[in-house]
């Protein structure tokens, strides 16, 4: 991020505060038809600075009789039942964007995401819940989305041999073929054909899950052979199917919308301002954006992993200040001596360990694709067959350091 003082206040769309902005702006249509686009240099004045909830109010009470102070205060002399509708608006037409995308094969692998609260006196995390996306989130989605592509044409149009673009590999097809055949021998055929078949199958299937949570576990496979998108420079003589961006299921694509927050954002202002002819743009040429795109890739993988990390070690002070936990979970993957089991509540995976369970005898064996564990456990003297999909519980204890958790199969309750 930029400084607080350029993102909360010069970045910032404060109310009733002139701010200079890039901007695309679109005639549409109620169903998202677009009939003409225009881009360029703006003064914006916000007469409402709303937050998410305050529009998820909206959209989720959309015949209240709404008050000036349900919402922040409103500027400029606009009416709170201008805002209502505006928002309403909008999210109709979010949604046709989004209908749209999906049906031209936009594929959704949503991941759990979590978030803590923090002990107001110790600072320490008391509690957590995975962040859930609502309709008002996926509003600003859309039209983030249709800015970033709308951008990505104009700029390649103008710069064919050295614009910034971001671009999505197919998955990776020996670990996609490996995954389709461990769910076809647990049961469940997948068509992986394409990013709008994988969306469909799972769109289709949370209906008709055997066990709650079989979803989730097929998507949590199904990262497993997805490449990261990544920056790149366009060049000549390149095939442009090397463009396509494999989950937008779209030729072109880049990003715009967050200059305050991602540096190449910046550089796709300066590419389409000099498109524009408003602004002069000595990017170095090709060689030079695409070292940019390089160090972007690098610097946002590493920002990928310090955020995982840090969860990690956020939920490992939660159970620390928490005690252990016993939580519902399901086999994800099975090894010789191990299991990983996805933690439902969470969406965290965690290995357990056959060494660590208080067996008297385990067996591991492959039939066909299905990787088998079977275990005869001390406490009852009762077996347990673990494969990908069946359900079990687990403990959270935390180690000895308070940094790093550990995770226990718990024996099965024999009826």
């Given at each position: 991020?930029?400084?607080?003082?350029?993102?909360?206040?010069?970045?910032?769309?404060?109310?009733?505060?002139?701010?200079?902005?890039?901007?695309?702006?679109?005639?549409?249509?109620?169903?998202?038809?677009?009939?003409?686009?225009?881009?360029?240099r703006t003064v914006i004045r916000s007469c409402v600075k709303m937050a998410y909830g305050d529009a998820q109010q909206i959209i989720e009470n959309s015949v209240k009789?709404?008050?000036?102070?349900?919402l922040p205060p409103i500027s400029d002399g606009h009416s709170i039942s201008n805002i209502v509708q505006s928002v309403l608006n909008l999210n109709k037409i979010a949604v046709e964007l989004r209908r749209a995308r999906q049906d031209a094969g936009a594929l959704r692998l949503d991941q759990p995401k979590l978030t803590f609260t923090l002990n107001p006196e110790t600072g320490m995390p008391n509690g957590c819940v995975v962040y859930e996306q609502k309709e008002s989130n996926k509003l600003i989605?859309?039209?983030?989305?249709?800015?970033?592509?709308?951008?990505?044409?104009?700029?390649?149009?103008?710069?064919?041999?050295?614009?910034?673009?971001?671009?999505?590999?197919?998955?990776?097809?020996?670990?996609?073929d490996d995954v389709t055949k461990l769910c076809s021998g647990n049961g469940i055929k997948m068509d992986t054909s394409s990013s709008g078949a994988l969306q469909a199958f799972l769109a289709g299937y949370r209906d008709r899950e055997r066990v709650p949570g079989e979803t989730q576990i097929l998507t949590?496979?199904?990262?497993?052979?997805?490449?990261?998108?990544?920056?790149?420079?366009?060049s000549s003589g390149e095939d442009e199917k090397k463009y396509w961006h494999y989950a937008l299921s779209i030729p072109l694509y880049t990003h715009f919308t967050s200059p305050i927050r991602r540096y190449p954002d910046v550089v796709v202002h300066r590419l389409l301002a000099a498109s524009l002819g408003i602004d002069d743009f000595s990017g170095g040429g090709a060689d030079r954006i695409g070292k940019i795109?390089?160090?972007?890739?690098?610097?946002?993988?590493?920002?990928?992993?310090?955020?995982?990390?840090?969860?990690?070690?956020?939920?490992?002070?939660?159970?620390?200040?928490?005690?252990?936990?016993?939580?519902?979970?399901?086999?994800?993957g099975v090894l010789d001596k191990a299991a990983d089991v996805?933690?439902?509540?969470?969406?965290?995976t965690v290995r357990v360990y056959c060494e660590q369970m208080g067996l008297d005898a385990w067996e591991y064996k492959k039939v066909g694709y299905k990787s088998v564990l079977n275990l005869n456990w001390k406490k009852g003297g009762v077996s347990q067959v673990l494969?990908?999909?069946?359900?079990?519980?687990?403990?959270?204890?935390?180690?000895?350091?308070?940094l790093k958790y550990a995770a226990f199969l718990n024996p099965p309750v024999s009826s």
């Amino acid at each position: 991020m930029l400084p607080r003082l350029l993102c909360e206040e010069l970045c910032s769309l404060n109310p009733n505060e002139d701010r200079l902005a890039f901007s695309v702006v679109w005639k549409m249509s109620r169903e998202g038809k677009i009939s003409s686009e225009w881009m360029g240099r703006t003064v914006i004045r916000s007469c409402v600075k709303m937050a998410y909830g305050d529009a998820q109010q909206i959209i989720e009470n959309s015949v209240k009789a709404w008050d000036t102070a349900d919402l922040p205060p409103i500027s400029d002399g606009h009416s709170i039942s201008n805002i209502v509708q505006s928002v309403l608006n909008l999210n109709k037409i979010a949604v046709e964007l989004r209908r749209a995308r999906q049906d031209a094969g936009a594929l959704r692998l949503d991941q759990p995401k979590l978030t803590f609260t923090l002990n107001p006196e110790t600072g320490m995390p008391n509690g957590c819940v995975v962040y859930e996306q609502k309709e008002s989130n996926k509003l600003i989605e859309e039209f983030m989305l249709l800015a970033n592509t709308s951008v990505a044409k104009a700029v390649y149009t103008a710069f064919p041999h050295d614009a910034l673009l971001r671009r999505h590999a197919k998955p990776d097809e020996k670990v996609l073929d490996d995954v389709t055949k461990l769910c076809s021998g647990n049961g469940i055929k997948m068509d992986t054909s394409s990013s709008g078949a994988l969306q469909a199958f799972l769109a289709g299937y949370r209906d008709r899950e055997r066990v709650p949570g079989e979803t989730q576990i097929l998507t949590s496979l199904l990262t497993r052979p997805m490449k990261l998108a990544e920056y790149f420079c366009t060049s000549s003589g390149e095939d442009e199917k090397k463009y396509w961006h494999y989950a937008l299921s779209i030729p072109l694509y880049t990003h715009f919308t967050s200059p305050i927050r991602r540096y190449p954002d910046v550089v796709v202002h300066r590419l389409l301002a000099a498109s524009l002819g408003i602004d002069d743009f000595s990017g170095g040429g090709a060689d030079r954006i695409g070292k940019i795109a390089l160090h972007c890739n690098d610097m946002r993988s590493a920002a990928k992993r310090v955020q995982e990390m840090s969860s990690e070690l956020f939920f490992s002070v939660f159970i620390k200040e928490c005690g252990s936990i016993v939580e519902e979970g399901m086999v994800c993957g099975v090894l010789d001596k191990a299991a990983d089991v996805l933690l439902l509540r969470f969406g965290i995976t965690v290995r357990v360990y056959c060494e660590q369970m208080g067996l008297d005898a385990w067996e591991y064996k492959k039939v066909g694709y299905k990787s088998v564990l079977n275990l005869n456990w001390k406490k009852g003297g009762v077996s347990q067959v673990l494969t990908v999909f069946v359900p079990v519980h687990v403990t959270i204890e935390t180690k000895e350091d308070g940094l790093k958790y550990a995770a226990f199969l718990n024996p099965p309750v024999s009826s």
